[in-house]
C-alpha cells in the first residue's frame, strides 16, 4: 500500500513524510535525489506543500472562532482531582485487583466447600450462591463499563457493528501474573483458547466463560473452575477504575487473601 | 506492515526528555507538576477532540476527563512515546464512547455525528466572519469516512508525526499512510470542486 506512487522510482508517497522530516535518512536522500531529475515529482511536492498550507490555514481560521473553555478552571478541576495523592505506581496487584478479586472470590467459594465437606451439585451450588453471586456482579459491572468505557479498536470510527465483534484475546501472562499472586493456582492451567476466541463478541465470551465456570464449580472441579474464571475474568478488559473503587477493592482482595490462607492451612 | 517497513523514522514520537522527567518525579509523589502537563496540553487536545465529538463543551468534559484518567494510569505510560500521543488515545476512548453514547440516545442526527463539525452550525454574521477555505474545508471534512478524517485532521490540524499518528489510532504506520493518502485525494477533489485552489493549482491528481 505505501508503495503506491512509488512505481518507475517517483516518491510522492515519500513527500508528505518528508515534507516534516520523518523519512529514514537513506529514504530521504533517495527522495532528494530523485526529485532533483523528475518534473512529475516535483510539481507533486509543490502541490502538496501548497495543499497543507492551505488547509491548515482553513483549520486555523474555521478554529480561530471557537469559544474557547475556561482554561485556568479545566485545570483547577484537574488538579483537584489528582493533587495531594501520589500517582499509582506500577503493581499488577493495583491493576489486576478487580480480576484478582474474582479470582479470590471463587478460590474462597471453592475453599468453602472443601471446608465443608459439600456434596453434589444441589448443595454445592446452593453453598457458593452468595458467593458466586457476587462475582457475577462484579464480572457483569466489569462487562458493562467495558462497553461503555473501555478501550474500542481503531474501527469504531468506521464501522461499529464491526468493532462491536472484535475484543482482544484473552491474556494468559496476565492470567498466571494475577493466579501466582492472588490465589497460588496450584498447577499451570492449559493454553487458553486464545485464537478460537479472538473474533467472539466481549459479552458472549464472558458469558460463555461464566457458563463453564459454573458448571466446573458445580462439579467441584477446582482446577476447571479456577480456569473458567480466570478466562472469564481475560474476557473483561481490565477497565481502570476510579481510586475509590480500587481501594475497596483491594481491601475486598486482602481479606478474601488472607481468609483463604487461613482456609488452606 | 510494521515500523521497519514503513521507511518512516519513530524519532519523531520520541518522549522529550523534559517530559520523561516531569513524569518520573509525579511517580515518585510529586503530584503537583501535573499541572505543567495539564498546562502544556489541555489545548491542543481540546482542539483534537473538537474534531472529533464536533462539540467544544463535550470535547472540554472529554479533554478534562481524560487528564483524570490519564492520572489514574500514568505508571501504564510508557516513556518511549510522546505524553501527548498516549494522553490522545484516551481521550480518543472516551471521545468515541460519547459519540456512540449520544448515538444511541438518539440526541443528533446521524449526519451530523457522522459529519463530525467543528463547531454547531450558526448564524450568518459568523458564516460571514469565517473565509471560504474554511466552510469548505469543513463541508469537505464531512465527506471522509470516519477513520480518514481522523488521520486527516491529526496530520494536517493536530501536526501529528506518521509514527504518532499509527500509536495514537493503534494502527501501523502503513495503514496510517494509505488511509491519509486516501483521505487526501478525497479532500483535493472535494476541495476542488468548491473552487478552493491552493497555489500549486495543478496538482498530481
Known amino acids: ?265 | 506492515m510494521n515500523d521497519e517497513d514503513s521507511g518512516i523514522t519513530g524519532a519523531e514520537s520520541v518522549a522529550d526528555p523534559e517530559e520523561a522527567g516531569w513524569i518520573a518525579r509525579i511517580l515518585e509523589g510529586e503530584a503537583r507538576l501535573y499541572s505543567r502537563l495539564v498546562d502544556r496540553y489541555q489545548r491542543r487536545l481540546w482542539f483534537a477532540m473538537t474534531r472529533m465529538v464536533g462539540d467544544s463543551d463535550e470535547a472540554a468534559d472529554v479533554v478534562q476527563e481524560a487528564f483524570v484518567k490519564a492520572w489514574e494510569k500514568l505508571d501504564g505510560y510508557d516513556p518511549r512515546y510522546r505524553f501527548y500521543t498516549w494522553l490522545y488515545t484516551i481521550a480518543r476512548n472516551r471521545a468515541l464512547n460519547s459519540i456512540r453514547r449520544r448515538k444511541l440516545r438518539g440526541f443528533l442526527s446521524l449526519s451530523r455525528q457522522e459529519a463530525g463539525p467543528l463547531v454547531a452550525p450558526d448564524d450568518a454574521s459568523d458564516r460571514a466572519r469565517r473565509g471560504e477555505i474554511a466552510l469548505a474545508l469543513e463541508a469537505c471534512r464531512a465527506t471522509l469516512p470516519g477513520d480518514q478524517r481522523e488521520v486527516f485532521d491529526l496530520r494536517h490540524a493536530d501536526g501529528m508525526a506518521y509514527s504518532e499518528i499509527a500509536k495514537a489510532i493503534g494502527a501501523p504506520e502503513g495503514t496510517v499512510m494509505s488511509r491519509l493518502h486516501r483521505a487526501r485525494e478525497k479532500m483535493r477533489e472535494c476541495l476542488r470542486s468548491k473552487g478552493v485552489t491552493w497555489g500549486a493549482g495543478e496538482g498530481s491528481g
Not at chain 1, 495543499?51 to 474557547?68: D, K, M, N
Not at chain 1, 462439579?219 to 472469564?232: F, G, K, N, V
Open chain 1, 1 to 265: 500500500m505505501i508503495d503506491e506512487g512509488t512505481d518507475g522510482g517517483h516518491v510522492e508517497a515519500w513527500l508528505d513524510a518528508w515534507r516534516t522530516g520523518e523519512l529514514e535518512p537513506e529514504r530521504a536522500v533517495a527522495v532528494e535525489r530523485h526529485l532533483e531529475t523528475c518534473a512529475r515529482c516535483r510539481a507533486a511536492w509543490a502541490d502538496l506543500r501548497a495543499f497543507a498550507a492551505a488547509v491548515e490555514a482553513g483549520y486555523r481560521e474555521r478554529e480561530a472562532g471557537l469559544p474557547e473553555p475556561d482554561w485556568a478552571r479545566r485545570r483547577a478541576a484537574v488538579v483537584e482531582r489528582t493533587s495531594g495523592r501520589r500517582a499509582p505506581r506500577a503493581s499488577w496487584y493495583v491493576r489486576w485487583a478487580p480480576q484478582a478479586a474474582i479470582v479470590v472470590i471463587a478460590a474462597v467459594a471453592i475453599g468453602v466447600l472443601v471446608e465443608q465437606g459439600v456434596r453434589g451439585p444441589d448443595e454445592a451450588g446452593r453453598a457458593l450462591a452468595p458467593t458466586a453471586e457476587r462475582a457475577e456482579r462484579r464480572a457483569e459491572n466489569l462487562v458493562a463499563d467495558e462497553a461503555d468505557g473501555g478501550s474500542p479498536p481503531e474501527e469504531t470510527l468506521e464501522e461499529e457493528s464491526r468493532a462491536e465483534a472484535i475484543q482482544d484475546a484473552p491474556r494468559p501472562a496476565a492470567r498466571d501474573a494475577r493466579a501466582d499472586g492472588a490465589v497460588e493456582a496450584e498447577a499451570p492451567a492449559p493454553a487458553a483458547p486464545a485464537e478460537a476466541f479472538e473474533k467472539a463478541a466481549p459479552a458472549a465470551l464472558a458469558d460463555r466463560f461464566r457458563r463453564e465456570a459454573r458448571a466446573a464449580l458445580a462439579e467441584r472441579d477446582s482446577a476447571a473452575a479456577r480456569e473458567a474464571l480466570a478466562l472469564w475474568a481475560d474476557s473483561v478488559d481490565p477497565a481502570p477504575l476510579p481510586p475509590a473503587e480500587r481501594e475497596r477493592l483491594e481491601a475486598i482482595a486482602d481479606s478474601l487473601a488472607a481468609l483463604l490462607a487461613s482456609l488452606e492451612r
